[in-house]
């Protein structure tokens, strides 16, 4: 069976997805498995600059260190490498430019009564139409859940120096990140449940909505679940997590749901990465274990001789050989 090269494959992720799909609104799950000796961390690192040079927020969450069967937990990992108060001083560069007011030139200078002073308005008057700026604009914007809208407003607000309750935006990040201690604090921000199972994949879906509203193309995430599909456990814990085989489906029916799931999502390309256990059909920890994943990615009906770019599952072997096709050319 031949093989794509990892820099032909990234290239046409690039250009027939990166460069046009995702970033006019579309969502794809790709999956990535080397075949020869290929470093994940390389394999990573390629992705993240070509997803950087296109302009999308890149994260990465590995199963070593993540629980990635566990949604939350997920979520949480790709909160915590998110920059909030940048994105949120877009969102409010952008909304004064809309509506006309004028932002000091430095965002240390962000105090709304300074704000109000530069515009000549009444400050309460101000304050109430930049409430309804937000409220338009963000709490209307049904594509993404209410728990995150509120969240969004929040540290909107926090960038104006409208900070409400003291430490509240401090309370709103560490919710995101898995950080909060007690919902209670959240209560003045009316946020009433932590982020757990049933909503954390929404709140996924949310934030990629929110990238694209802030000016970013989307979200390119990288999931490495290699770690899955190995049987034997550390004895040192330093070593990281290691999987039970319901882990293992359970990881396996989130990848599923992700996939069932892409006309929920708007710009965001979930990469997978895995081992070549993960191929192994006679193996318990390999595809095969879970069908319902199986049939939607296995490539049953696939030249022998041409590997499709373009497949949900693709075999990836080193750069440094000889391109051993050239589908995409000789289609068009």
């Not at 401090?170 to 990140?177: G, Q, T």
Request: with cysteine.
């Amino acid at each position: 069976m031949s093989y794509i090269t990892q820099d032909e494959w990234i290239d046409t992720i690039r250009r027939e997805y990166l460069h046009s799909f995702i970033k006019r609104g579309g969502a794809a799950v790709k999956f990535a498995v080397p075949m020869e000796d290929i470093d994940h961390s390389q394999l990573q690192n390629l992705v993240r600059k070509t997803a950087e040079e296109e302009n999308y927020l890149f994260a990465s969450v590995d199963a070593i260190s993540t629980k990635i069967h566990m949604i939350d937990k997920l979520f949480h990992k790709v909160a915590s490498q998110v920059d909030w108060d940048d994105l949120s001083l877009a969102f409010v560069k952008e909304i004064f430019s809309k509506n006309g007011p004028k932002l000091p030139i430095h965002s240390d200078d962000f105090d709304f009564q300074n704000i109000a002073a530069i515009n000549k308005r009444e400050e309460m008057l101000f304050r109430n139409d930049v409430r309804k700026w937000f409220e338009e604009e963000i709490f209307h914007d049904f594509d993404m859940s209410q728990e995150f809208r509120i969240a969004m407003i929040r540290l909107c607000l926090e960038r104006l120096g409208l900070k409400g309750p003291p430490f509240l935006s401090n309370s709103v990040k560490e919710w995101l990140k898995g950080e909060l201690r007690l919902i209670s604090a959240l209560k003045d921000a009316i946020i009433f449940q932590k982020i757990v199972r049933h909503n954390a994949r929404h709140m996924l879906f949310s934030l990629a909505h929110w990238l694209r509203v802030n000016g970013k193309s989307g979200l390119v995430l990288v999931l490495d679940i290699a770690r899955y599909l190995v049987s034997g456990r550390s004895k040192n814990p330093d070593d990281g997590f290691f999987y039970s085989i319901p882990a293992l489906l359970d990881v396996y029916e989130v990848l599923r749901q992700f996939i069932d799931g892409t006309d929920e999502m708007e710009g965001c390309l979930i990469v997978v990465l895995a081992s070549k256990e993960f191929l192994d059909l006679d193996d318990r920890r390999g595809l095969r274990s879970y069908e319902a994943l199986q049939f939607r990615i296995w490539d049953e009906v696939r030249d022998k001789q041409r590997p499709n770019p373009l497949a949900s599952l693709v075999r990836l072997a080193n750069s440094d050989k000889e391109p051993i096709y050239k589908v995409l050319g000789e289609v068009q």
